[in-house]
């Protein structure tokens, strides 16, 4: 191989990239396809709930009105709504998770697409598509979370080919794929305010046509959603620092720095958990992009918003908060291997098929992050609680009329693959319930609401002031119990007069 970044070298490698590229998709193509799709996570299901309900021209409700934002992501229940109605008989979360994987896949593609844009040379591209194939996170798939850094890398590629209406366009739809997007219209228009100062005049044209381009989707969804729920943002975000404050969940910043730290990237860890080989490179890459300069020095300053947003507001820890904070961090070890790669290059520089020792140490690279993402996707169990909350689904289909309503704390199983209306006990999906989370009173909305089954997990704290109040003994009995969980699921029933 020629010298990479010299003449025909240039060519040569190129020629390389794209054939290392090709195999590189070929783990996450392999991960999506054999993802058991009907065992997805809650969350998950919650939203693709309200997709086909929208398929089905119901509109943006959960099984029963009113209509309620209760899912993240509007963007991601509309894309599925839309594929759902275009292909009706085909299997809603297949869909979801084969479109994940798409976005996945394309996330990898976008690297070499903007490489020039983002001034990747070959072995970034390719760390960058290795680190990227390695993040296969089950819980993510079928859910919004692979859009949303799709969503985020190519805002960032099209500003800096100097796209900003479309840039903009972009920054719109990552919002409304999650709210923390808009964090990245704040530094796009920082960015293009610093560079009218170094250059000694306001570019008023540039930040016009990024905020341009930032309002089209915004107020289009703004005239839907204001009228049709009162609201433009997703009340999930006042629910989970509800549920932060209640005490019953960890917070963000409690289970970042308490658990996933210290567990993140185990076979990279030297003995301790903090002598992290991935964290010094992930460290080492990010004082280079920002030394040097390099785009990816705003997708550093998207993730310390994001990071102190999440950290400040206190909500409640979810596994998939960390997603983007392991992608952006792995870009950060791409740099880092990057440059090695390149530093190996110019040591060696008037060696026989100069290029050949970067390209090893990327492919070295390569192997040690994809390969325990194969093992762990041939070895990870599904999701713990699916085939339980699938089988207590399938009683309910059985024996309960698709009038009659369920409470439980957990409820996107029940919504999706049931069709009854359902009582939400923290609140995300139910009108009324978060104002009492935070107090740890999760009864009050139940007794409100007298729905006719009531989902009990023994022991949580969740119902313990449900099931010893004295009403409910009189009013509710058990008809079916469950088991396979840590503790049995009882289905209770409100007795008929």
């Not at 560079?195 to 915004?218: I, Q, T, Y």
Request: proline letters at 6%; aromatic letters at 16%; hydrophobic letters at 55%.
């Amino acid at each position: 191989m020629a010298s990479v970044g010299s003449g025909g070298g240039t060519l040569a490698a190129r020629r390389w990239l794209l054939v290392l590229l090709v195999l590189l998709s070929l783990p996450p193509v392999f991960m999506t396809w054999n993802a058991r799709d009907a065992l997805l996570t809650d969350d998950a299901l919650i939203t693709l709930t309200y997709s086909r309900n929208l398929a089905a021209g119901r509109g943006f409700i959960f099984n029963a009105p009113p209509a309620v934002l209760g899912t993240t992501t509007p963007l991601w229940a509309l894309l599925c709504a839309f594929w759902h109605f275009l292909l009706p008989h085909a299997s809603l979360t297949r869909i979801a998770v084969l479109f994940a994987g798409f976005f996945w896949l394309s996330s990898l593609w976008l690297v070499w697409f903007f490489r020039r844009a983002l001034s990747f040379p070959p072995w970034m591209v390719l760390a960058s598509a290795a680190v990227m194939a390695s993040m296969y996170w089950p819980k993510t798939l079928g859910m919004e979370t692979h859009l949303f850094l799709f969503l985020l890398l190519l805002s960032t590629g099209l500003f800096f080919c100097g796209r900003f209406f479309w840039s903009g366009f972009a920054s719109s739809l990552l919002f409304l794929t999650r709210g923390e997007g808009i964090l990245l219209l704040g530094v796009q228009a920082v960015l293009l305010l610093l560079r009218s100062w170094r250059e000694g005049k306001f570019d008023l044209a540039r930040v016009s046509r990024l905020l341009l381009g930032f309002a089209v989707p915004f107020v289009a969804w703004a005239a839907y959603a204001y009228p049709t729920f009162g609201q433009i943002l997703p009340n999930t975000l006042a629910a989970k620092m509800a549920q932060a404050e209640s005490g019953l969940w960890p917070s963000f910043w409690q289970e970042f720095w308490n658990s996933w730290l210290p567990n993140w990237k185990g076979g990279w860890q030297a003995g301790s958990a903090w002598l992290n080989a991935w964290i010094v490179l992930a460290l080492l890459g990010a004082g280079l992009a920002i030394r040097r300069k390099r785009p990816l020095a705003m997708l550093l300053a998207w993730l310390a918003l994001y990071f102190s947003g999440y950290a400040l507001l206190g909500v409640a820890a979810y596994d998939w908060y960390m997603h983007p904070i392991a992608w952006i961090a792995g870009l950060a070890v791409a740099e880092a291997v990057s440059a090695l790669a390149g530093f190996l290059d110019k040591r060696w520089p008037s060696a026989p098929g100069s290029g050949w020792a970067g390209l090893a140490l990327c492919l070295a690279f390569a192997v040690a992050v994809v390969g325990p993402a194969l093992a762990t996707a041939r070895s990870r169990p599904a999701y713990p609680k699916g085939q339980v909350y699938l089988d207590m689904c399938r009683w309910f289909q059985r024996n309960a009329s698709p009038r009659e309503s369920i409470a439980f704390f957990e409820v996107g199983y029940l919504g999706f693959y049931t069709r009854n209306p359902i009582v939400d006990q923290v609140g995300l999906v139910t009108s009324g319930a978060v104002p009492n989370i935070s107090r740890r009173d999760f009864s009050s909305i139940f007794w409100s609401q007298r729905p006719d089954y009531l989902v009990v997990y023994e022991g949580s704290g969740f119902q313990y002031h449900i099931v010893t109040d004295p009403r409910f003994g009189k009013e509710y009995r058990p008809v079916v119990t469950f088991h396979g969980l840590k503790r049995p699921l009882i289905v209770c029933r409100r007795r008929r007069a």
